[in-house]
Nanobody
Framework: EVQLVESGGGLVQPGGSLRLSCAASGFTFSTYPMSWVCQAPGKGLEWVSTINSGGSSTNYADYVKGRFTMSRDNAKITLYLQMNSLKPEDTAVYYC??????????????WGQGTQVTVSS
């Protein structure tokens, strides 16, 4: 069974940092590109970042460039998102998602339960 479990969210002040983790199981993690997406209160899903299967290449949404860094440890079958210089508008539930290889690495077939990030003073 494919499982993705996010953790590391919480309450942080503007300008602060968080490190999110996503523990994967039930599939060959090292084969798949992975992404982070988020959903702000009352809003739809928004793409944050994507990393290739080997972890050598990343892409980011413009609004997080220079602030967020995505990485993966295929030996630990874990995905990470280092979030720095956080802004109130970053407040959202953050999900890790597996690429749907039948479509493209920008389409997803499995999601985690999400972890809440709240940026507020």
């Amino acid at each position: 069974e494919v499982q993705l479990v996010e953790s590391g969210g919480g309450l942080v002040q503007p300008g602060g940092s968080l490190r999110l983790s996503c523990a994967a199981s039930g599939f060959t993690f090292s084969t798949y590109p992975m992404s982070w997406v988020c959903q702000a209160p009352g809003k739809g899903l928004e793409w944050v970042s994507t990393i290739n299967s080997g972890g050598s290449s990343t892409n980011y949404a413009d609004y997080v460039k220079g602030r967020f860094t995505m990485s993966r440890d295929n030996a630990k079958i874990t995905l990470y998102l280092q979030m720095n210089s956080l802004k109130p508008e970053d407040t959202a539930v953050y999900y890790c998602a597996r690429a749907n290889l039948l479509i493209s690495d920008s389409d997803y077939d499995y999601w985690g339960q999400g972890t809440q990030v709240t940026v507020s003073s």
